[in-house]
């Protein structure tokens, strides 16, 4: 193997780690936001953790799986096989999950959060049964 694809693999792996310390970390704030009074020095401060979480690590996170991950699906024409176009799919769910806590995160933010403790603690589970999925896949190829 080349280097470039060794390097693009690093800043991969990389990526996915951080993009998921962010998906399961983001919800565990909002568990504990949904107790703080609104407009609470508390609830302004979950509100700068949850602004900088997401924008400055999980986004850029998310960005680079976008672009070095279909990249290397290409060079290794894994693309081709049943296996990737299963953990595509949960990558996608992945993607999915993680715009909607984009948008719960603006609720909070405009003081329009609806959603209970409860709720938060349940969506908490959501990233990591998929992050089992994409593992699986990965490392097992089951198909």
Do not use: C
Not at 89 to 99: D, K, N, P, R, S
Request: hydrophobic residues 55%; charged residues 15%.
């Amino acid at each position: 193997m080349d280097d470039l694809y060794l390097w693009v693999k690093v800043a991969h792996v990389i990526a996915v780690m951080s993009w998921m310390a962010g998906i399961l970390y983001l919800p565990r704030l909002f568990v504990y936001h949904v107790d703080a009074a609104p407009g609470s020095e508390q609830s302004e401060t979950f509100k700068i953790m949850e602004r900088r979480l997401l924008r400055g690590i999980m986004n850029p996170a998310m960005l680079v799986v976008w672009v070095t991950g279909p990249y290397l699906a290409y060079l290794s024409e894994f693309y081709t096989e049943v296996w990737f176009g299963a953990k595509f799919l949960l990558v996608i769910a992945m993607t999915g999950f993680h715009m909607a806590m984009g948008r719960w995160r603006k609720a909070f933010e405009l003081g329009e959060n609806t959603k209970s403790q409860k709720f938060f603690r349940f969506a908490n589970e959501g990233p990591t049964i998929l992050m089992f999925g994409i593992v699986i896949f990965v490392i097992v190829k089951p198909f």
